[in-house]
């Protein structure tokens, strides 16, 4: 049912960069909705991470990015530590489905 | 941050009506620089956003196809509070609900209630 499409996992060393991807199309990043990503720990509310893009909420740390480009968008994490394990999701707006998007979720694995 | 705290059953029978409501502490239903949205999650359909309801000079409701005949999200100034109500449920239904504050200004939502698993089962 999503509209967003992620890769189901990434993983990495400590201290090594995780980069996820979010594809979407015209009619949601394409057209120019912002993209944000949320952090989810299993069992709790996802939390927000990156909004407008690339913007950071005060307290998120700066090892989160975020960018866009056409139709997609993407989420480095630099310096993996342990406690990035977690399910990361994009987000956007659809102007076909008239409401928000979610992606399929990713699932960041620290070796 | 706002913080917005759930409540509801967690158990509805099919073709019965789900009802949740979230209280809201940190900001006002009322508030022009926010909407105020139920969103569910589920492992079959992932994050869905369900609908929103907000305050600009007058109250507005926006749904999702998906749901929209059997959906009612309602604002009550009264007690700072907005409740769900979904009808005519089936197992597909069975999910963590979750209700959260979209900042207008950040074009985010950046408050999350605790959220409430509903199963549908009889």
């Known amino acids: 049912q999503s509209v967003l499409t992620q890769p189901p996992s990434v993983s990495g060393a400590p201290g090594q960069r995780a980069t996820i991807s979010c594809t979407g199309s015209s009619s949601n990043i394409g057209a120019g909705y912002d993209v944000v990503w949320y952090q989810q720990i299993p069992g709790t509310a996802p939390k927000l991470l990156i909004y407008h893009n690339d913007n950071r909420p005060s307290g998120v740390p700066d090892r989160f990015s975020g960018s866009k480009s056409g139709t997609s968008a993407s989420l480095a994490i630099t310096g993996l530590q342990a406690e990035d394990e977690a399910d990361y999701y994009c987000q956007s707006y659809d102007s076909s489905l008239s409401g928000y998007v979610f992606g399929t979720g990713t699932k960041v694995t620290v070796l | 941050q706002a913080q917005l705290q759930q409540s509801g059953p967690g158990l509805v029978q099919p073709s019965q009506t789900l009802s949740l409501t979230c209280a809201i502490s940190?900001?006002?239903?009322?508030?022009?620089?926010?909407?105020w949205n139920w969103i569910r999650q589920s492992p079959s359909r992932g994050l869905e956003w369900l609908g929103r309801t907000y305050y600009k000079s007058n109250w507005y409701n926006d749904y999702a196809i998906s749901v929209k005949s059997r959906i009612t999200i309602n604002p009550d100034p009264s007690k700072n509070q907005f409740s769900l109500q979904l009808n005519s449920v089936t197992p597909e239904d069975t999910a963590v609900y979750y209700c959260?504050?979209?900042?207008?200004?950040?074009?985010?939502?950046?408050?999350w209630g605790q959220g409430t698993l509903v199963t549908v089962s009889s």
């Open positions: 959260a504050r979209l900042h207008i200004a950040m074009a985010s939502f950046d408050s």
């Open positions: 940190g900001d006002s239903v009322s508030s022009n620089g926010a909407t």
